[in-house]
């Protein structure tokens, strides 16, 4: 039978622990509602910004080759993945750490181990799950999550950009948690350089009454860098609202669960406390018994 004393200690533990990931819980729900509105407040202009390219994607493959649509095959490959700087996320960031792993086993298993792939990490989990474990080329930022804003991310963007341009990399991916709601979060890999011209070409443009001035290909040209550093913004956004839910949601759960483990073991205790009262009484019966006799 347990000790009283020890199952009182355990007991009075795991309600520290309630109020603290019931708290826990309530700062995550107070982020994820600034960050869901964040979030949803880009999308309709970072999807008007990608309807705009679709008119003008007849304009696309008339851009000389110095450009952003330049495809030049893989050999020379930029994995970007953005998890959080915390813990305590459940599944969140192992997801997007699989991910990277697979596609280095896998998609690109040629260009790393020819040294041909470089991996940039957005947060504290994944830039230090990959050092410690000495993979090569590895960068990362862990300052941005803290304080994002649009204004902050733009060098990250533009250093991307110019890296491509310079053909440094010939394809750059995004790895990262896309936004659902607070319970759901979709995996996603994206890329994010070379554009990818609309399927169809100009059959499938939108068809619109826009009227283009100065011309298309003077506007594409300042559209498609102003798109890749909205698109960058926008995933950012989608991961940290991502964290904050599946963080609200780990702490939810957890409370849940130390509820439930504190109704258990006040049940041990109970029966506990019965069983020393029964043996003390056994006792007392006995003692007197034993005088009569």
Do not use: W
């Not at 999807?47 to 679709?54: F, I, R, V």
Request: charged share 25%.
């Amino acid at each position: 039978m347990p000790n009283l004393k020890e199952v009182r200690n355990r007991i009075a533990s795991v309600k520290s622990t309630q109020q603290i990931t019931s708290a826990m819980k309530l700062v995550a729900a107070s982020k994820l509602r600034r960050a869901q509105n964040a979030i949803l407040a880009m999308r309709p202009y970072a999807s008007k910004l990608q309807e705009l390219l679709q008119a003008l994607s007849g304009s696309l493959d008339q851009m000389d080759g110095s450009t952003y649509t330049d495809d030049r095959g893989e050999d020379k490959v930029l994995l970007i993945a953005i998890t959080s700087n915390k813990g305590l996320c459940g599944a969140f960031n192992s997801h997007v750490i699989k991910r990277v792993k697979h596609a280095l086993e896998h998609e690109f298993k040629e260009q790393y181990k020819s040294g041909n792939l470089n991996l940039f990490f957005f947060g504290k989990k994944a830039l230090d799950h990959f050092t410690k474990r000495k993979y090569k080329n590895v960068n990362g930022d862990t300052a941005l999550l803290d304080n994002l804003t649009f204004e902050n991310t733009l060098p990250f963007a533009q250093n991307f950009m110019n890296a491509f341009s310079d053909q440094k990399h010939d394809k750059i991916i995004i790895i990262y948690n896309q936004f659902k709601n607070a319970a759901v979060q979709k995996l996603v890999t994206e890329q994010y350089l070379p554009i990818i011209p609309p399927e169809g070409g100009e059959e499938h443009a939108i068809k619109s009454d826009f009227i283009f001035e100065p011309g298309k290909q003077e506007i594409i040209r300042e559209l498609i860098p102003k798109s890749l550093k909205i698109q960058l913004y926008k995933a950012l956004l989608d991961s940290y609202a991502s964290e904050q839910g599946a963080r609200m949601t780990a702490m939810h759960n957890a409370t849940d669960n130390a509820r439930e483990l504190v109704k258990e073991l006040q049940l041990k205790y109970n029966k506990a406390r019965q069983s020393a009262i029964t043996n003390e009484l056994i006792e007392i019966v006995s003692g007197a018994e034993a005088l009569r006799g």
